[in-house]
């Protein structure tokens, strides 16, 4: 069913689920530190990149404040730009590691939690940029196998070509991902959604995932990431994303998320609260929707940050959240410019959990 050496579990076929020695935490559960790739490829922000390094600066130093914050940036210009755009800040480890692109979330590991005695672990997915949209991408792809050995964890190499972005979990056992993303042929070209979804559940210790049809924001260059679409707020309720405008041509997709979600039920019967969370006004760049989404939020320790752009909605899209995460304190950072790069704040992330006995951070 696999091999196991040399510290690392490469899966050679399904294993059973929920027999796994970690757990997925819930991005909401402490975190030990944020990770984090600087912004330095001029292509992904047409127009507007010269913006993109001060305003990723001001975000770490917001997390800095909540968590320790590890950066990945780089070497040469990129590396000076870093320190001095970030400064001697408490809290921040700058890493000499070279990426391709700044998207964390997507090519970086997930990390697990150990239950009982077990060492770390976190997981290595395949990665080929979105499928295969945005050659080169073989330093991101080494970046979850460095960070592996870097800290001494465990590693779970799973033969699924999946981005972090599409993956969604609630920390008692459900994942949420969408179908058009996930099943896309780009991705995983001989693989059936059985497979898949064994894979899944197997490597996170799930016991069930929860597919959407996915889409629905005209410009998502990730064939409908979740984190665009939905959010778990707790164990048993998410946001969801849709549009106001009944003309709007993501208006359909969105319902049609929104009533999938309405209606489904886990394995005891339950169900899920929804809560809409209405997206901006359609922001353009040279005749192209962009897929702006408040979805795109980051929690960290105590902290939310959420995309705003210069849109009505941007405040009531913050109180809601307010209201939904009391023990957080929620942050606007203006994201119009980076939204040019298609991804906003939860797409530069990735969070790597507390230890389950380590209090230190809560």
């Not at 169900?271 to 192209?288: A, E, H």
Request: net charge negative; proline share 8%.
């Amino acid at each position: 069913m696999g091999d196991y050496s040399n510290g690392i579990w490469m899966m050679t076929e399904p294993l059973p689920p929920n027999n796994f020695t970690h757990r997925w935490p819930a991005e909401w559960e402490p975190h030990r530190a944020t990770w984090l790739s600087w912004p330095h490829n001029r292509a992904t922000w047409p127009g507007c990149f010269d913006s993109i390094p001060p305003l990723f600066a001001h975000f770490v130093q917001l997390l800095a404040d909540h968590e320790p914050v590890v950066i990945l940036i780089g070497d040469g210009f990129c590396a000076e730009q870093a320190r001095e755009l970030v400064g001697n800040v408490q809290n921040v480890t700058l890493l000499p590691w070279r990426t391709n692109d700044a998207w964390m979330r997507d090519y970086g590991p997930t990390f697990l939690q150990a239950i009982d005695d077990h060492p770390d672990a976190l997981i290595q997915w395949q990665y080929n940029a979105w499928g295969g949209k945005y050659p080169p991408w073989k330093l991101d792809s080494q970046v979850s196998r460095t960070i592996s050995r870097e800290l001494n964890y465990r590693s779970v190499i799973s033969p699924l070509t999946l981005e972090g972005g599409a993956i969604e979990g609630n920390g008692d056992r459900l994942l949420m991902t969408t179908e058009s993303c996930v099943l896309h042929r780009n991705r995983n070209p001989n693989s059936t959604r059985s497979f898949i979804e064994s894979c899944l559940l197997h490597a996170l210790n799930l016991e069930q995932v929860l597919w959407l049809h996915g889409g629905g924001i005209a410009g998502d260059d990730t064939d409908g990431h979740i984190d665009q679409l939905a959010r778990f707020i707790c164990a048993n309720a998410v946001v969801a994303a849709v549009a106001k405008d009944p003309t709007d041509s993501a208006y359909r997709k969105l319902r049609e998320n929104l009533d999938q979600l309405e209606d489904f039920r886990r394995h005891d019967g339950s169900s899920l609260q929804v809560i809409p969370l209405p997206i901006p006004d359609p922001i353009c760049y040279n005749g192209t929707r962009l897929p702006a989404s408040y979805c795109n939020y980051y929690i960290a320790n105590q902290l939310i940050v959420i995309p705003q752009f210069d849109d009505p909605a941007d405040e009531p899209a913050r109180d809601l959240l307010q209201m939904l995460y009391p023990a957080h304190r929620v942050v606007g950072l203006p994201a119009r410019d980076l939204i040019r790069g298609l991804g906003a704040f939860h797409c530069l992330t990735q969070q790597q959990p507390c230890a389950r006995d380590d209090v230190n951070l809560r």
